[in-house]
């Protein structure tokens, strides 16, 4: 991209560098995106929350208080993503963390559920960002969503793993070609929070139970570390083509 939209002057951005910034979180109703939106609006920036499903949206954003709006938005649709970032002016920061698909051996999943990883996290991310990147600030920044899966397999899910491994690849050729704008991405480990608050209890126990073994700190993340990671990336204007593993030390095991 040849121009990008003004933004604050660099002494306001370095002092505070989220204050009067547009922080899009795609995913931002639930889960990580949420508590993302809640440290950027405590450090001073407005959000906008996008996802599939309004009345949770509507909560989210009275809870965050005047600082946010909220529009639907689904990511593999791009005609859908074309119409939410349509009203924006500028976008500052952009993390998109919605993403549905259904992990499992390659022996044992439909080609439509061995593909979903990348029709949802993976193109869903990358046409986020090609709808958002006419608007993107010059000194802003995407960060993209992988997992710790990418850099090592915690079991049978060839097509999940690949697809985080793509996203980190993505976010190193999208570095290069939106420069200035800054693209990073987030990889964490297994976190007890809303991704597995809703699937069967004796499959998040053991895989809790495995993955405290297999950790450095032998315990589970937060969505909160999780999101202070985005947010480090958000802030840090010398950062980018970088992957940040918020895992535990679970790759180095």
């Avoid at 949802?120 to 090609?130: D, I, L, M, N, P």
């Avoid at 802003?140 to 793509?166: F, I, K």
């Amino acid at each position: 991209m040849s121009s990008r939209t003004s933004s604050p002057g660099p002494d306001s951005s370095r002092a505070a560098p989220l204050r009067g910034r547009t922080v899009v979180l795609i995913g931002g109703g639930s889960g990580i995106g949420l508590r993302v939106a809640h440290q950027a609006v405590a450090a001073g920036a407005e959000v906008v929350l996008g996802g599939r499903t309004p009345a949770r949206l509507a909560a989210a954003a009275e809870r965050l208080g005047p600082a946010a709006v909220w529009r639907t938005v689904d990511i593999t649709d791009k005609a859908s993503l074309a119409a939410f970032f349509a009203p924006l002016e500028r976008v500052d920061h952009l993390f998109t963390s919605a993403a549905s698909y259904r992990v499992g051996p390659m022996l044992a999943l439909s080609d439509e559920d061995a593909e979903s990883p990348f029709v949802s996290k993976f193109w869903g991310q990358y046409h986020a960002v090609r709808h958002a990147a006419p608007k993107l600030a010059a000194d802003g920044s995407v960060v993209l969503m992988s997992g710790a899966a990418g850099a090592r397999p915690p079991a049978p899910a060839p097509a999940y793993a690949a697809c985080n491994a793509a996203i980190e690849g993505l976010g190193r050729g999208l570095a290069v070609e939106l420069a200035p704008v800054r693209v990073n991405v987030v990889s964490p480990g297994t976190v007890d929070g809303n991704l597995w608050a809703g699937r069967p209890a004796a499959d998040r126990e053991a895989a809790f139970a495995q993955y405290r073994r297999d950790t450095l700190l032998h315990r589970l993340g937060t969505e909160d570390e999780i999101a202070q990671a985005v947010v480090f990336l958000f802030a840090n204007g010398f950062t980018t083509g970088s992957t940040l593993y918020p895992d535990g030390g679970y790759t180095l095991r």
